[in-house]
């Protein structure tokens, strides 16, 4: 047993270490110009200097009032000698980072030294494959033409950078469903395509859901029938069903793990006062085990790939062998799932 402890708090010592890790400050996309968004800008006519923004009065004093908008304008139509463009103080004139999608941004050094530094916020579910997904659009995304409650499938995906797809996306539709979790997702006839960012989506809320498949681990098990709790660290593999947004997906998935499990050596020729073959000792057998369940994302940190933690209930199965008695053999057990998705699913 003290091995089995020893070789649970390895693993979860791992987890705790890959939980605690900060994301680094990711650079900007490859195929973004830094020199486009290294320097912070100023509102329209406004000229960026040694870390101010100052009013160009000759450009402004020239706007027609339809061109009289934006930070730091307004029109006074009661200026004399005649109503003319003019500087709003009231509105915020002062120096920002452009905008890039999935970063947030802050102005670091001061005066002419200023720059913009980037850093991904892009939510930790928002990297992997989309192709054959479906999103559920609950908040129109910007700059695109999709459809409030409508579903799209994703037909196609392009890397932007590291961190994000561009997706084509058409019309699309959810399966039937196994009880109140839907199964399938395909492309429907009709309709036009879109090319949208995979963090244009998340940003807005859209639910995902699809096929995912990954790692996990289920290290405590308790069997009810015999009011028992077993500690290995089973490793295995599990296909499953997600759905949600992203940082709260939750996934319904079958898991099958292989492990090490304490058994009794016995000898079938000798038997006890109760007629059961006399026990010799313990030995560790290999167990395949498979299991149902349901895992919840529970990372939310930015740049990293979810770690999962749910609850299966599973059967161990051991080789039928007459020199060996392994008490839980067959009988059901409820887990602790801990999984981390090494893919990008």
């Known amino acids: 047993m003290r091995n089995h402890f020893h070789w649970t708090a390895t693993v979860l010592s791992g987890v705790v270490c890959l939980l605690l890790q900060a994301p680094a400050q990711s650079a900007l996309p490859d195929n973004i110009n830094p020199a486009d968004y290294i320097k912070p800008v100023c509102p329209d006519y406004y000229k960026y200097e040694n870390g101010d923004c100052n009013a160009e009065t000759d450009k402004i004093a020239t706007l027609k009032e339809k061109d009289c908008k934006g930070s730091g304008l307004k029109f006074d139509d009661k200026r004399s000698p005649a109503p003319a463009c003019i500087v709003d103080d009231k509105k915020d004139t002062g120096p920002a980072c452009k905008p890039l999608s999935g ?46 409650g409508e579903y799209y499938f994703v037909s196609g995906q392009k890397t932007v950078n590291k961190d994000d797809r561009e997706l084509t996306l058409v019309s699309g539709k959810l399966g039937a469903k196994l009880g109140f979790i839907p199964i399938g997702c395909y492309a429907t006839a009709g309709g036009s395509q879109h090319h949208v960012l995979a963090s244009q989506l998340i940003e807005a809320g859209a639910s995902r859901s699809g096929y995912t498949f990954g790692i996990l681990t289920m290290p405590y098990k308790y069997f009810p029938s015999e009011k028992k709790f077993q500690v290995n660290v089973p490793i295995g593999a599990y296909l499953g069903w997600r759905y949600g947004q992203a940082g709260s997906g939750t996934t319904a998935a079958l898991a099958v793990t292989l492990s090490q499990v304490k058994a009794n050596t016995v000898d079938p020729t000798k038997l006890d006062a109760a007629g059961k073959p006399t026990v010799t000792g313990t030995a560790d057998v290999s167990a395949l085990s498979y299991a149902v369940g349901m895992m919840s994302d529970i990372l939310k940190s930015s740049g990293g790939r979810p770690f999962k933690a749910g609850v299966f209930l599973g059967k161990d199965i051991v080789n039928s062998d007459p020199a060996v008695d392994y008490r839980f053999n067959r009988k059901t057990w409820i887990a602790i799932q801990l999984g981390y998705d090494f893919t990008e699913n």
Do not use: N, W
């Open 103 to 148: 970063y947030t941004s802050k102005i670091s050094g001061t005066g002419g030294d200023a720059t913009c530094r980037y850093e991904l916020t892009i939510p930790a579910s928002a990297p992997g494959d989309y192709i054959g997904d479906c999103f559920h659009i609950k908040t129109k995304p910007s700059d695109t033409q999709l459809v409030v």
